[in-house]
């Protein structure tokens, strides 16, 4: 166990860490939601974030462990739904009513970051890549899928806290270019929805 430690952890952590500060829609949900709405509110979808995130993590380990075969046919099913509701979260940036302060946007909750990430297709394939490419070549055993598994929320989320602490720092820009910023978010939002289903077209 101790010479798997050293040999896969530092590779390990490092994909996971590379691929959890790179855009995609739980780090631009969270970047719209500081800038819009503010730290606290973006906090409390991060809670739900961290909630999915350990959910597909652990779903990760079980596919890995067992359930390859029937995760290969759900999987186009999974990333038209989540292309799906990404759009759906692009269109609502960009409406007419987030122009003003009537109060009619809809407040980031713990529930709506849960769904982000049981959608989100960037974040199952990264999981199901980490322990395939790093762990199992060692070894299958349950426990230690569980740890490695357990630390991708860890990364992931670490990484997703940056992009909070960012839109903290551009929320006072983004009340003065409101529109050019909600439609940059919309256009990397649908770009994200994109990439999604993009290999169900290269098969």
């Avoid at 652990?58 to 186009?76: D, K, T």
């Avoid at 630390?151 to 009340?175: D, F, H, V």
Wanted: hydrophobic content about 55%; charged content about 10%.
């Amino acid at each position: 166990m101790d010479s798997l430690m050293v040999a896969t952890l530092p590779p390990f952590l490092a994909y996971c860490l590379v691929q959890g500060i790179t855009p995609g829609p739980a780090n631009l949900c969270s970047l719209s939601a500081t800038m819009r709405q503010g730290t606290a509110a973006a906090l409390r979808q991060w809670a739900g974030l961290l909630i999915g995130f350990i959910i597909v993590a652990l779903a990760s380990v079980g596919i890995v462990w067992g359930a390859q075969e029937w995760f290969a046919r759900v999987l186009p099913a999974l990333s038209i739904l989540g292309a799906l509701y990404v759009s759906w979260l692009a269109w609502k940036t960009i409406r007419p009513d987030h122009d003003g302060d009537g109060g009619t946007e809809r407040k980031p909750t713990v529930l709506s970051g849960i769904f982000i990430q049981l959608t989100n297709v960037k974040i199952v394939l990264m999981c199901l890549t980490a322990l395939i490419a790093y762990v199992v070549p060692h070894t299958r055993e349950v426990g230690t899928l569980l740890l490695f598994g357990l630390l991708m929320p860890l990364t992931g989320l670490s990484c997703n806290m940056a992009w909070i602490m960012a839109g903290s720092r551009l929320r006072a820009w983004y009340e003065r270019h409101r529109r050019g910023a909600d439609a940059v978010l919309a256009t990397m939002l649908l770009a994200s929805a994109l990439g999604m289903v993009a290999p169900l077209f290269q098969r």
